[in-house]
């Protein structure tokens, strides 16, 4: 398995050239970039820019792994607005001509949410409807992601929504294209489940993989903590994650940031990591 890290993990003012550079230096494989709706890697972005990020990676012998986007939660495939899913269902279309541009071949797509209690104020969708409007929306949106030559990965968060990996398995096979498939969020899964359940059952459907940490004691996005710090068992996971044959990338998002020296988390995860994948003296396998 690849080493990758998310952009998230970075300091929020630290422009996306810096964090490939950085990554590269804390021993990272692969960069997983994020998509935003302005600024300097957004929709508005153009040809120029992203061929300006992607000969910065070329240079430091880095991949863009995959390329991530947090516009999921305000425009929702879910949504009973149909203004509302279409611009979720165009922002997808150019989140995948993004990645195409940038050579990644996976984008992380949140597919939407039936509730969300830390974003106040959050529609509200019935859970079938919900469902209905996902499945739909990522059935129009499969050519298009073949098309691309980039696949979807819908990340289980904390949306309500796709509660366990066999309601997961069942959704992406109703999708029915090799181009749509699981984004597997292992910390994401310990608020009410185990990861190694979910990388059984979802097997081949995984197109790549978050890697966190979070402990059960904790309460909402304050138990989120350091790689090795929390109840991930991960000697487990990744056996798990060989016996289906997975060996793409691996990617850290940590949350939440440092306080103080917010780099040295990239640095500490890369470590961290090292131990995880048998890269070290002191590996746990």
């Known amino acids: 398995m690849k080493k990758g890290i998310n952009q998230w993990s970075f300091p929020n003012e630290m422009p996306a050239q810096a964090c490939i550079r950085l990554a590269k230096r804390a021993g990272f494989d692969g960069i997983e970039l994020a998509l935003a709706e302005t600024g300097e890697l957004s929709l508005e972005s153009g040809t120029k820019q992203l061929a300006e990020l992607r000969s910065v990676a070329d240079g430091e012998g880095i991949e863009i792994a995959s390329l991530a986007s947090g516009l999921g939660w305000s425009y929702a495939l879910t949504s009973t607005s149909e203004t509302n899913r279409q611009k979720a269902i165009d922002i997808v279309k150019r989140q995948l001509e993004v990645a195409a541009e940038l050579k990644a071949d996976t984008i992380l797509v949140v597919p939407g949410h039936v509730g969300v209690d830390f974003m106040p104020g959050t529609e509200v969708t019935e859970y079938d409807v919900a469902y209905d409007n996902a499945l739909e929306a990522l059935q129009r949106l499969a ?6 030559g980039v696949s979807i990965g819908v990340e289980n968060v904390w949306n309500k929504f796709l509660l366990s990996p066999l309601e997961t398995r069942n959704f992406l096979d109703s999708i029915g294209s090799p181009y749509v498939g699981a984004y597997l969020d292992i910390g994401n899964t310990l608020l009410n489940g185990y990861p190694e359940h979910w990388i059984k059952i979802l097997n081949s459907r995984i197109k790549k993989v978050h890697f ?3 402990r059960r004691s904790g309460a909402g996005l304050s138990a989120f ?3 090795l710090a929390g109840d991930v068992d991960y ?7 060989r016996d289906v044959g997975y060996d793409g990338y691996v990617i850290a998002e940590m949350i939440p940031p440092y306080l103080h020296y917010p780099e040295q988390i990239v640095y500490n995860t890369s470590g961290s990591m090292d131990a995880i994948l048998g890269r070290t003296g002191g590996s746990l396998l």
């Open 212 to 214: 966190k940490d979070y």
């Open 235 to 241: 000697p487990l996971v990744t056996q798990k994650l």
């Open 143 to 148: 050519p298009e992601a073949e098309a691309a």
């Open 225 to 227: 903590v350091d790689l």
